[in-house]
């Protein structure tokens, strides 16, 4: 893998959420370059702006990896995932810039169903997040680049 960091956001209200999410990170194979925002809008004004992503996020591949916490204050994830939609809809933004992870508390069916209707997230992990399913994103995703 090189030199290669990965950049990994998290998007999620909960600090301590947050800050559980970096220590297992630092447990896996992942040598990741972590951004957090503390809520949707302003994640979304990241990446809406080429050029506030590549200075906030990355310029370069790997894919950007988002951990995408469903309730948050404000936008809530699923309105988060409809405007990632919109932009790759409507802006022609290409979809495989980003892994979309959901991350939450909630185990409900009807949640990981209307997660997995929005093609680009690849996975629904419940918090609290183990070492093995960071792990197993990280093969799955990124052990041949």
């Not at 960091?5 to 800050?19: A, C, M, N, S």
């Not at 790759?88 to 185990?107: A, H, R, T, W």
């Amino acid at each position: 893998m090189g030199d290669m960091k990965i950049p990994v956001v998290i998007v999620d209200d909960d600090e301590t959420d947050r800050y559980i999410t970096k220590r297992i990170l630092g447990r896996t194979d992942f040598d990741a370059n972590v951004v957090e925002y503390v809520d949707g809008a302003s994640f979304l004004q990241a990446i809406e702006d080429d050029g506030k992503r590549e200075s906030d996020i990355a310029i370069t591949p790997p894919p950007i990896l988002v951990l995408l916490d469903i309730n948050m204050p404000g936008l809530t994830g699923f309105e988060v995932l409809e405007a990632i939609r919109s932009n790759i809809e409507n802006k022609g933004q290409d979809p495989d810039y980003m892994i979309v992870l959901m991350f939450s508390s909630s185990n409900h069916a009807q949640d990981k169903a209307d997660a997995f209707a929005y093609s680009f997230v690849q996975d629904y992990l419940v918090k609290p997040i183990t070492p093995e399913k960071f792990q197993a994103v990280y093969d799955k995703f990124y052990a041949d680049l």
